[in-house]
């Protein structure tokens, strides 16, 4: 093939005469050029390194330091009280330096020693001030001292701090008082649990604090002393990696385009967009640009992995894999792999130039090899299956050289022949058709071991499908953001719909992987096993995507109540109705406020909120019902502060159950807890950059958000995303195997409950009032 031939950088052949040696120039500059830009990237880390090295300081401010002391030195006076002159005394007799020399190198000496002791000065301060997190708790208007010095925050960090910045400053995640957490933890069933039952887990709590739990909570203390964050590398293990059944429903999640628009409907023309603006993000983190989103300093650890990662199949647990680098991307169409080389001579492609390559894949008749087209159901599948045909016939040779480019590569493509979104004459199934198609597609044709995959459609309509281990949903939700506001607002497209830019059409087609996949029975084969598996789940899942347009965060905000907990108590609300009982219900919440934080769960299901939900059922009056709301929202604000800060429940009783299981002893209470099913699981897709958006200019441009699978086979789970001031998206899913759940009835439930939660808010107007509104009118 002609990219083989380029590929070679020089020939010889042995002759007679001697040796024939013969250059190839194109390749050896792309050589050359691809080194330049390697070397580039290591001096920025270099230069990065230096510079998160001396935060909350600058690496000029040494020079600033030197001077200050050469000057008062020249003033004859002495800052250091002495020390310069015990320096020079202690310099080496081999320095052949004069005594003016020998000053000189004293004062930059002792220079550099106070400006380190000033960096590790402002660095403890700085870390002192954002350990503080009482303001979370403080009302508006209401500000103590105390909170009014803690916004010198923002005086110690005005110069603009780069991604990993404040990294080092963040505090480290406290171990909760074992009492604290068993108390907390009592509250949180007392409403689901009968009167004996509730005893029963009473005395089991106490017997765990005064027997078994002191013990576990000393060795917990002992690993928050030694570890970054005592609880994210046992979650990411535990929870994600040691997981033996598939990951594909169960784990992973999904993100959705524009809910109205479709930048363009070339399907070529999308992806060279979005691959762009991709790697454009990319090169932010690359460089450590701190994104934008808020302006608390949050823990970034989760952007390190976020491109160049796989997670490979193990058999007792996975592994994830990160290179430093990546200059391709793999794309997967009917049935084929092909690599995409994105960099050219250390260029990055234009938009124009990789919608050009994506259509020679579109355009290529070749039909896919034996065994080729469903090779991704190996991701799909159980992973011990996966683990062992891995090493079987993925260990050596071509099929290693080719499952390499697809771990290796920067992420994944789909091309889907299929036309998805909001469209035609049935909208809402077409909706949730959509939420299906980028939770598990065809079981075969996404790799849902990278990092991430993104889809794009035969119609223009895109989306991702994201691997859970390596980040939380925030972390991807923000790289999405990004990617569709700069697909649409900065990158653009012609008239006719095309990508802008230039076309260089020397470039090498895109090179086509080749498999040697051994031809065995077909119900027997482990990609067919593996399909079997992934296809029955794929069928079990039901999806509901509806966007609530009657009111928003607008309308909630002006009640002056938080649109969190407002949507929290229409959940609770709703699943009462739906199923005649509360529930455990999970609301994810995150910890990033400490270094290497994930998430933490508020259980929403509160004693106030449950007297809430009853006061609505019996009918009982507004006043009172709008007296319980208040107290049900509060707490709910309450609860989620405290899982913000580092006092939840749930990830310190899974460290001591971790614990417990090290130390080979068993707890009843730990055991009984950590079985408990969350038959409601809840999670806010968060809009971090609404400066990207221009909402007034281009109302149309809203983001569906995006949803995962149920947690139970006997529960609900609920994404929701908050968009400008009058629409909150909601994705609900469950599975068919349990009769007692249907997502289309539970979303009609919760557009029910969000309406009757606003009327009973809102106070009836009188007479007077409503021949007022009349008049105006």
């Given at each position: 093939?002609?990219?083989?031939?380029?590929?070679?950088?020089?020939?010889?052949?042995i002759?007679?005469?001697?040796?024939?040696?013969?250059?190839?120039?194109?390749?050896?500059?792309?050589?050359?050029?691809?080194?330049?830009?390697s070397?580039?990237k290591?001096?920025?880390?270099?230069?990065?390194?230096?510079?998160?090295?001396?935060?909350?300081?600058?690496?000029?401010s040494?020079?600033?330091?030197?001077?200050?002391?050469?000057?008062?030195?020249?003033?004859?006076?002495?800052?250091?009280?002495?020390?310069?002159?015990k320096i020079?005394e202690?310099?080496?007799?081999?320095?052949?330096?004069?005594?003016?020399?020998q000053?000189?190198?004293?004062?930059?000496?002792?220079?550099?020693?106070l400006?380190?002791?000033?960096?590790?000065?402002?660095?403890?301060?700085?870390?002192?001030?954002?350990?503080?997190?009482?303001?979370?708790?403080?009302?508006h208007g209401?500000?103590?001292?105390?909170?009014k010095?803690?916004?010198?925050?923002?005086?110690?960090?005005?110069r603009?701090?780069?991604?990993y910045?404040?990294?080092?400053?963040?505090?480290?995640?406290?171990?909760?008082?074992?009492?604290?957490?068993?108390?907390?933890?009592?509250?949180?069933?007392?409403?689901?649990?009968?009167?004996?039952?509730?005893?029963?887990?009473?005395?089991?709590?106490?017997q765990?604090?005064n027997?078994?739990?002191?013990?576990l909570?000393?060795?917990l203390k002992?690993?928050?002393l030694w570890a970054?964050?005592?609880?994210?590398?046992?979650?990411?293990?535990y929870?994600?990696?040691?997981?033996r059944g598939?990951?594909?429903?169960?784990?992973?999640?999904?993100?959705?385009?524009?809910?109205?628009?479709?930048?363009?409907?070339?399907?070529?023309?999308?992806?060279?967009?979005?691959?762009?603006?991709?790697?454009l993000?990319?090169?932010?983190?690359?460089?450590e640009?701190?994104?934008?989103?808020?302006?608390?300093?949050?823990?970034?650890?989760?952007?390190?992995?976020?491109?160049?990662?796989?997670?490979?199949?193990?058999?007792?647990?996975d592994?994830?894999?990160?290179?430093?680098?990546?200059?391709?991307v793999?794309?997967?169409?009917?049935?084929?792999?092909f690599?995409?080389w994105?960099y050219?001579?250390?260029?990055?492609?234009?938009?124009?130039?990789?919608?050009?390559?994506?259509?020679?894949?579109?355009?290529?008749p070749?039909?896919?090899?034996?065994?080729?087209?469903?090779?991704?159901?190996?991701?799909?599948?159980?992973?011990?299956?996966?683990?062992?045909v891995?090493k079987?016939?993925?260990?050596s040779?071509?099929?290693?050289?080719?499952?390499?480019?697809?771990?290796?590569a920067?992420?994944?493509?789909?091309?889907?022949d299929?036309?998805?979104?909001?469209m035609?004459?049935?909208?809402?199934?077409?909706?949730?058709?959509?939420?299906?198609?980028?939770?598990?597609?065809?079981?075969?044709d996404?790799?849902?071991?990278?990092?991430?995959?993104?889809?794009?459609?035969?119609?223009?309509?895109?989306?991702?499908?994201?691997?859970?281990?390596?980040?939380?949903?925030?972390?991807v939700?923000?790289?999405w953001?990004?990617?569709?506001a700069?697909?649409?607002?900065?990158?653009?497209?012609?008239e006719?719909?095309?990508?802008?830019?230039?076309v260089e059409?020397?470039?090498?087609?895109?090179?086509?992987?080749?498999?040697?996949?051994?031809?065995?029975?077909?119900?027997?084969?482990?990609?067919?096993?593996?399909?079997?598996?992934?296809?029955a789940?794929?069928?079990?899942?039901?999806c509901?995507v509806?966007?609530?347009?009657?009111?928003?965060?607008?309308?909630?905000?002006k009640?002056?109540?938080?649109?969190?907990?407002?949507?929290?108590?229409a959940?609770?609300?709703?699943?009462?109705?739906?199923?005649?009982?509360?529930?455990?219900?999970?609301?994810?919440?995150?910890t990033?406020?400490?270094r290497?934080?994930?998430?933490?769960?508020?259980?929403?299901?509160?004693?106030?909120?449950c007297?809430?939900?009853?006061?609505?059922?019996?009918?009982?009056?507004p006043?009172?019902?709008?007296?319980?709301f208040?107290?049900?929202?509060?707490?709910?604000?309450?609860?989620y502060?405290?899982a913000?800060t580092?006092?939840?429940?749930?990830?310190?009783?899974?460290?001591l159950?971790?614990?417990s299981?090290?130390?080979?002893?068993?707890?009843p209470?730990?055991?009984?807890?950590?079985?408990?099913?969350?038959?409601?699981?809840?999670?806010?897709?968060?809009?971090?950059?609404?400066?990207?958006?221009d909402?007034?200019?281009?109302?149309?441009?809203i983001?569906?958000?995006?949803?995962?699978?149920?947690v139970?086979?006997?529960?609900y789970?609920?994404?929701?995303?908050?968009?400008g001031?009058?629409?909150i998206?909601?994705?609900?899913s469950?599975?068919?195997?349990?009769?007692?759940?249907?997502?289309?009835?539970?979303?009609?439930?919760?557009?029910?409950?969000?309406?009757?939660?606003?009327?009973?808010?809102?106070p009836?107007?009188?007479?007077?009032?409503?021949?007022?509104?009349?008049?105006?009118?």
């Amino acid at each position: 093939m002609a990219e083989a031939h380029q590929a070679v950088a020089f020939q010889f052949t042995i002759t007679p005469e001697g040796i024939d040696l013969r250059l190839s120039y194109q390749a050896l500059t792309q050589i050359y050029l691809s080194g330049l830009r390697s070397w580039k990237k290591r001096i920025s880390r270099m230069r990065n390194r230096v510079i998160k090295g001396v935060y909350p300081a600058s690496p000029s401010s040494w020079l600033f330091v030197v001077i200050a002391i050469l000057a008062t030195m020249y003033m004859r006076s002495d800052p250091s009280m002495g020390l310069i002159a015990k320096i020079q005394e202690h310099l080496p007799v081999s320095l052949s330096l004069s005594v003016q020399g020998q000053t000189m190198l004293s004062v930059l000496v002792f220079s550099t020693l106070l400006w380190l002791s000033l960096i590790l000065t402002l660095r403890f301060c700085l870390k002192l001030l954002l350990s503080y997190h009482r303001w979370m708790f403080e009302q508006h208007g209401h500000i103590s001292t105390t909170t009014k010095v803690w916004t010198l925050v923002r005086l110690l960090s005005g110069r603009k701090p780069l991604l990993y910045s404040y990294q080092t400053s963040l505090p480290c995640l406290p171990v909760p008082p074992i009492k604290d957490t068993l108390e907390r933890y009592l509250e949180s069933v007392r409403p689901l649990l009968s009167g004996p039952g509730f005893q029963r887990m009473t005395v089991l709590a106490a017997q765990f604090e005064n027997s078994l739990g002191n013990r576990l909570q000393r060795y917990l203390k002992l690993k928050a002393l030694w570890a970054t964050n005592y609880v994210s590398d046992w979650w990411e293990e535990y929870i994600y990696l040691r997981g033996r059944g598939p990951i594909m429903v169960n784990s992973n999640y999904y993100g959705m385009d524009f809910l109205y628009v479709t930048p363009t409907p070339i399907q070529a023309a999308r992806a060279g967009n979005t691959i762009t603006a991709l790697l454009l993000y990319r090169r932010k983190v690359n460089s450590e640009h701190r994104v934008p989103g808020t302006v608390i300093p949050l823990c970034a650890a989760q952007c390190e992995r976020m491109f160049n990662t796989t997670r490979t199949p193990g058999e007792e647990t996975d592994v994830l894999q990160h290179w430093q680098d990546s200059e391709f991307v793999t794309v997967y169409h009917r049935g084929r792999y092909f690599r995409l080389w994105v960099y050219k001579a250390g260029r990055l492609l234009s938009p124009r130039e990789i919608e050009y390559q994506i259509q020679r894949i579109l355009d290529d008749p070749s039909p896919p090899g034996p065994g080729e087209d469903r090779l991704g159901a190996l991701t799909a599948g159980n992973r011990v299956p996966w683990c062992a045909v891995r090493k079987q016939y993925f260990s050596s040779g071509v099929n290693k050289r080719s499952l390499d480019c697809i771990e290796r590569a920067a992420f994944f493509v789909t091309l889907d022949d299929e036309e998805q979104g909001m469209m035609g004459e049935d909208p809402v199934g077409n909706l949730d058709r959509y939420a299906k198609s980028l939770l598990h597609g065809k079981c075969y044709d996404r790799w849902f071991d990278k990092s991430f995959s993104v889809v794009v459609y035969k119609n223009g309509k895109n989306g991702l499908n994201a691997e859970h281990s390596w980040a939380d949903a925030p972390t991807v939700a923000h790289l999405w953001e990004f990617t569709l506001a700069t697909d649409a607002f900065q990158l653009g497209y012609t008239e006719d719909g095309h990508c802008k830019g230039e076309v260089e059409h020397s470039l090498p087609p895109p090179q086509r992987l080749t498999w040697d996949i051994p031809v065995e029975t077909e119900p027997c084969s482990p990609v067919s096993i593996s399909l079997s598996v992934a296809q029955a789940l794929a069928d079990d899942v039901d999806c509901h995507v509806f966007p609530f347009r009657d009111f928003g965060k607008g309308r909630i905000k002006k009640l002056k109540i938080s649109p969190d907990a407002f949507i929290q108590l229409a959940l609770q609300l709703a699943y009462y109705r739906d199923r005649k009982t509360f529930c455990l219900t999970y609301e994810a919440s995150m910890t990033r406020l400490f270094r290497e934080g994930r998430t933490e769960t508020v259980r929403s299901c509160s004693n106030e909120g449950c007297a809430f939900v009853k006061a609505v059922i019996l009918l009982q009056g507004p006043e009172h019902c709008r007296r319980l709301f208040r107290l049900a929202a509060e707490k709910h604000q309450n609860l989620y502060r405290l899982a913000m800060t580092g006092s939840g429940i749930d990830r310190h009783l899974f460290c001591l159950y971790v614990v417990s299981k090290y130390l080979g002893v068993e707890s009843p209470f730990l055991t009984e807890v950590l079985s408990e099913p969350w038959r409601l699981s809840t999670s806010q897709t968060p809009v971090q950059q609404l400066e990207l958006f221009d909402m007034k200019n281009h109302p149309d441009f809203i983001s569906l958000g995006g949803g995962f699978g149920p947690v139970a086979d006997d529960g609900y789970g609920v994404s929701y995303i908050i968009v400008g001031e009058d629409m909150i998206n909601y994705h609900v899913s469950c599975k068919h195997s349990f009769s007692e759940t249907d997502s289309h009835r539970f979303g009609a439930q919760i557009s029910r409950a969000l309406l009757d939660l606003l009327s009973v808010l809102t106070p009836a107007k009188t007479e007077n009032s409503q021949a007022q509104d009349k008049k105006q009118q």
